[in-house]
C-alpha cells in the first residue's frame, strides 16, 4: 500500500517560461554566401598559366629537361601554374576559391625565386643562366617572364582577384618545408654529380667553392627571408580590403 499524499503541502511556484537559449552560430561565411561566376577572373588566370607555361616550355627545350626542371624557379613556377588553373577553374564553375594556404604557399615561392633571382644571381660572375647556355634571346626573353612578369601578375591575382583568405601565422613556418626539402635536394644532387659543370645550380649554394659552412649560412639567411616574406603575406592578407564583389 502507498502512503497517502499529504494535502497540506503548498503550491510550487510556477517557472517563468523563457526561451531556449541560442547557442553562438559559427558557419563560415563561404558555407552560406554562394559563389558567383566571374568570368574575367577566370580569363586573366588561364592567361597567365599559358604564359607560366610557354616560359617554361622554352627553358626546357633550351637546356634539357633533367637541367631546367631542378631548380626552385622552375619548380615554384610550375606549382603555380597548377594552382593557378585550379582557380581559374573554381571561378569559372562557379566554386569557392581555393584554401589561402595553397594560394600563399605558391605566391611565395615565385615572389621568393624572383627576389632571389634579381638580388643574387642576375648580376653573377659568371653569367647566371637555368639552361646552362645563355645569351640567346628566347632564353632571355622566358629568363625575364619567369622572375619578373609571372610574379607580378601572380601578385596582382593575389590581391585584386582573390578574397582575404585570413591565413594564420603558424602557416608561414609550415610555408618554410618546400624550401627546406628544396635545399636538401639541391645539396644530394651536388654530391652525386661530381664531374659535371652544372653540379650545383645556384652560385651561392656551390659547396665546391665556399664550402658547407658558407653555403649552410648562406641558407639560413635565404630561410629567415623567406619567413620574414611569409610572415609579410599574412599580414598583408589580413589588412588588405575584400575586392568589390563583382561578376569578374
Same mark, same amino acid.
Given at each position: 500500500?502507498?502512503?497517502?499524499?499529504p494535502r497540506d503541502i503548498p503550491d510550487l511556484p510556477a517557472l517563468p517560461r523563457t526561451a531556449p537559449?541560442?547557442?553562438?552560430?559559427?558557419? +563560415?561565411? &563561404? %558555407?552560406?554566401?554562394? +559563389?558567383?561566376?566571374? +568570368? $574575367?577572373?577566370?580569363? !586573366? &588566370?588561364?592567361?597567365?598559366? *599559358?604564359?607560366?607555361?610557354?616560359?617554361?616550355?622554352?627553358?626546357?627545350?633550351?637546356?634539357?629537361?633533367? @637541367?631546367?626542371?631542378?631548380?626552385?624557379?622552375?619548380?615554384?613556377?610550375?606549382?603555380?601554374?597548377?594552382?593557378?588553373?585550379?582557380?581559374?577553374?573554381? /571561378? =569559372?564553375?562557379? &566554386?569557392?576559391?581555393?584554401?589561402?594556404?595553397?594560394?600563399g604557399a605558391t605566391l611565395l615561392y615565385v615572389t621568393m625565386a624572383a627576389l632571389v633571382h634579381h638580388?643574387?644571381?642576375?648580376d653573377a660572375a659568371p653569367r647566371f643562366s637555368i639552361t646552362g647556355s645563355g645569351g640567346s634571346w628566347?632564353?632571355? $626573353?622566358?629568363?625575364?617572364? *619567369?622572375?619578373?612578369?609571372?610574379?607580378?601578375?601572380?601578385?596582382?591575382?593575389?590581391?585584386?582577384?582573390?578574397?582575404?583568405?585570413?591565413?594564420?601565422?603558424?602557416?608561414? /613556418?609550415?610555408?618554410? *618545408?618546400?624550401?627546406?626539402?628544396?635545399?636538401?635536394?639541391? $645539396?644530394?644532387?651536388?654530391?652525386?654529380?661530381?664531374?659535371? +659543370?652544372?653540379? !650545383?645550380?645556384?652560385?651561392?649554394?656551390?659547396? %665546391? @667553392?665556399?664550402?658547407?659552412?658558407?653555403?649552410?649560412?648562406?641558407?639560413?639567411? $635565404?630561410?629567415?627571408?623567406? !619567413? %620574414?616574406?611569409?610572415?609579410?603575406?599574412?599580414? *598583408?592578407?589580413?589588412?588588405?580590403?575584400?575586392?568589390? @564583389?563583382? @561578376? =569578374?
Open positions: 500500500m502507498t502512503a497517502p499524499i537559449a541560442v547557442l553562438p552560430s559559427y558557419v +563560415p561565411a &563561404r %558555407a552560406v554566401v554562394p +559563389p558567383v561566376r566571374r +568570368p $574575367l577572373a577566370a580569363a !586573366y &588566370r588561364l592567361g597567365l598559366v *599559358l604564359t607560366a607555361t610557354a616560359a617554361v616550355t622554352t627553358e626546357i627545350l633550351l637546356g634539357g629537361p633533367a @637541367r631546367v626542371l631542378s631548380h626552385f624557379s622552375i619548380q615554384s613556377t610550375i606549382l603555380l601554374a597548377l594552382v593557378t588553373l585550379a582557380s581559374a577553374r573554381r /571561378a =569559372w564553375a562557379p &566554386r569557392h576559391p581555393l584554401p589561402g594556404a595553397l594560394t638580388v643574387l644571381v642576375a628566347p632564353e632571355t $626573353l622566358a629568363a625575364h617572364t *619567369l622572375h619578373t612578369v609571372i610574379p607580378l601578375a601572380a601578385l596582382l591575382d593575389w590581391l585584386v582577384l582573390s578574397p582575404p583568405a585570413r591565413t594564420h601565422l603558424r602557416q608561414a /613556418a609550415t610555408w618554410l *618545408l618546400y624550401p627546406l626539402a628544396y635545399l636538401a635536394f639541391t $645539396l644530394t644532387r651536388g654530391e652525386l654529380l661530381p664531374g659535371s +659543370p652544372a653540379r !650545383y645550380l645556384y652560385p651561392f649554394l656551390d659547396v %665546391a @667553392r665556399h664550402g658547407y659552412k658558407d653555403v649552410l649560412a648562406n641558407a639560413l639567411l $635565404l630561410g629567415l627571408s623567406f !619567413y %620574414a616574406l611569409a610572415v609579410l603575406l599574412v599580414g *598583408l592578407d589580413h589588412a588588405r580590403p575584400h575586392p568589390v @564583389r563583382r @561578376r =569578374w
